[in-house]
């Protein structure tokens, strides 16, 4: 089953919104497997968001995320990374459609409430740099059936 990684970013958490975004996941039908709360060590941070290392807003980007604490979440799904992408909305919240978890509830690209891997690739590599193998459970859900055909 595929994987994504999902940071609530510390702007949801202050804002009180990690319910209103878990919800929205949870509804889309993605399975929770691994979720913890936790500030952001600066080295991991770093390697989180290393591609952008060479960005003009990277410095702000890491200052932003270590801030204050975040939930972090694994989910797996059909299409996983792409459904949670897409449940997410645009990087830039003025571009994000509304029904968007950006699109209703952020307005800047700096304080864009939330993180979801772009890749399949990536959403394996970031769900282990964030969850060791024994904090991820994936298991069978009652309502599967009726949401994985
Ligand atoms: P994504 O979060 O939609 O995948 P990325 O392009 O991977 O977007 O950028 C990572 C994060 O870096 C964004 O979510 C946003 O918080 C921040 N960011 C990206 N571009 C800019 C920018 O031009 N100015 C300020 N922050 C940015
Ligand atoms: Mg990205």
Do not use: C
């Amino acid at each position: 089953m595929e994987r994504t990684f999902i940071i609530i970013k510390p702007d949801a958490v202050q804002r009180g919104l990690t319910g209103e975004i878990i919800k929205r996941f949870e509804q889309r039908g993605l399975r929770i497997i691994g979720m913890k709360f936790l500030r952001i060590s600066r080295p991991l941070a770093e390697k989180h968001y290393a591609v952008h290392a060479e960005r003009p807003f990277f410095a702000s980007l890491v200052n932003y995320i270590t801030s204050s604490p975040v939930v972090v979440i694994a989910l797996e799904g059909t299409n996983a990374v792409a459904a949670a992408r897409k449940t997410i909305g645009a990087t830039k919240p003025q571009e994000a459609e509304a029904g968007t978890i950006r699109g209703d509830l952020a307005l800047e690209i700096g304080r864009n409430l939330v993180h979801g891997s772009d890749s399949v690739e990536n959403g394996q590599i970031e769900v282990a740099n964030f969850f060791t193998e024994a904090e991820l459970t994936s298991w069978p859900r009652n309502n599967d059936p009726w949401i994985f055909e």
